[in-house]
């Protein structure tokens, strides 16, 4: 068992007890921003070895070395702190949720507003009321179905987020460019 990772030996010396472990998930913007860490997620459960199972198929799949150990973690709780705040997920519930539509568009769209689009992005800081000011630097921070998160900094004071939503939620990438017009637009008013 060479140049397995420590989790596969654990798992092989407790046979088929159950063996704790704790997964730590770290979600970081992918722009240039302050505090880039936007959240984290533990999940916690114990670790099996899996046996029986064709390694062609899954050697090829999970790219697993030949005489690798295949590990199974069964979640039993799962904890965020996000952007959002901080609470407890079913696991039941995100396993059968859907995935957001711009998951894999997210970091790109970002960057993009970030290096082509600053300007207008600064501009929804005029939907801030009192919180806006000439001052204020916006980045593009978070972006979903239900709209987008900026980051705001000024000279001397801390940063803080604002979320913009879209008028009605994004169901594909296509739909994001008439929402993104939109709040531009409302901006420009």
Known sequence: MSGESAAARAAAHAQDADLPAVIEITDVAPVSVPHRIRGRAWLTGWLTRVRGVDRAVYGALLGERPGGTLLRLEVGEISV???????QVDPEALASAEPDPLVHHETEVLQHLAAAHAGRVADLTALLGGRGSAGLTAVPLALDRLGLRIRCTAAGS???????????PVREVCDLRRAMRTLFAAAAV
């Open 81 to 87: 702190d996000d952007l959002w705040g901080a609470e």
């Open 158 to 168: 801390a940063p803080f987020d604002a979320r913009f939503d879209f008028p009605t």
